[in-house]
């Protein structure tokens, strides 16, 4: 499918706040895969596409991934908003044809992140958080530091996710902390500051 076919399927599958979310995290995905050399078509396209299955209700959340053979661990039983990600990634797949192994892990590592990440699952992954919309304490930092160096902006956005899950008392997704751990072991001069 070509991107507006996409944006038009996208349009009606989602509420305007969410289709307009996606368009912005598209637009600033590429801006990040310009910055950094990554393939912008592939940016854009997952950024469009990372919240796909964000507005299916937690029951067929659950039901979809059961039929879809995902292996969910307690967290995402406990939390199924979790398995937008991997549900969505089988989707674009599926409804939209879209068969790239890149754009479907970046789609399903947004929201936790996890270990090893691509170039790719890290634009789509910092995209989320910093498209304009965005109003969180510290989200200029982060916009700034994604300027400057990816992984430590990573760094940066695990450590916010994490603070962020416990201030909140709820359950941490070991992904998440995987890859803040992946993240440090690949480049341990980033726990320093």
Do not use: W
Request: proline share 3%; glycine share 4%; with cysteine.
């Amino acid at each position: 499918m070509q991107y507006t076919d996409l944006v038009k399927k996208l349009k009606n599958k989602l509420s305007e706040k969410r289709f307009l979310h996606s368009v912005a995290v598209s637009k600033a995905a590429v801006e990040l895969a310009q910055l950094y050399g990554a393939d912008t078509v592939k940016a854009q396209i997952a950024g469009l596409l990372h919240d796909y299955a964000k507005e299916i209700p937690n029951n067929l959340l659950l039901h979809q991934a059961l039929t879809f053979g995902i292996v969910m661990d307690d967290i995402e039983r406990h939390e199924p908003v979790l398995l937008h990600a991997k549900v969505g990634a089988v989707l674009v797949a599926v409804e939209c044809q879209m068969y790239d192994p890149e754009i479907t892990q970046a789609i399903r590592l947004h929201t936790t992140g996890g270990k090893n990440m691509s170039l790719l699952d890290k634009i789509i992954f910092l995209a989320d958080f910093i498209e304009p919309s965005r109003s969180f304490t510290g989200v200029e930092d982060l916009r700034k530091l994604t300027a400057v160096d990816i992984d430590r902006a990573m760094l940066f956005a695990y450590n916010h996710t994490l603070k962020h899950i416990v201030d909140k008392n709820a359950l941490l997704h070991p992904d998440t902390i995987a890859g803040r751990n992946s993240l440090l072991i690949e480049r341990p001069n980033l726990c320093y500051k």
